[in-house]
């Protein structure tokens, strides 16, 4: 009985937290696609001097807990961080906020940057 609840429970929790991690390569292969919003989940801070992702909107995962993007559904999510944590608690958050196609960028921008992949810099 144990393990039947067991599986029942990780099959429960792999749905609800389903976002998928990309690496940097696949995540800007998915950029090129249709319906695609990028949010950049750090600091302002973060975003202005350490540069960020052309396109990118920053949504600190400090305010998720006080925003509602309900125009996020029918979108395919790209998000990342620094590292790619905080990212992951913001992938989790959107998808509990009904968004199903979710997708994290695995390593943040720091594995951005060490693949050589383009960044901006300051406020467009």
């Known amino acids: 009985m144990k393990r039947v609840l067991l599986l029942i429970g990780i099959l429960f929790f792999s749905k609800v937290f389903a976002y998928t991690d990309l690496s940097a390569e696949e995540f800007k292969k998915m950029m090129k696609e249709k319906d695609v919003v990028i949010i950049d989940v750090r600091t302002p801070e973060e975003y202005e001097k350490d540069r960020h992702i052309k396109g990118a909107n920053l949504i600190p995962v400090q305010l998720f807990r006080y925003i509602y993007l309900p125009g996020l559904r029918d979108k395919k999510v790209l ?11 913001a992938s989790k958050m959107l998808e509990q906020m009904g968004i199903k196609n979710v997708y994290n960028l695995k390593g943040g921008i720091i594995e ?10 300051g406020w467009k």
């Open 112 to 121: 951005w940057k060490s693949k050589k992949l383009p960044v901006e810099f």
């Open 79 to 89: 998000v990342y961080c620094r590292s790619g944590n905080r990212s992951a608690t």
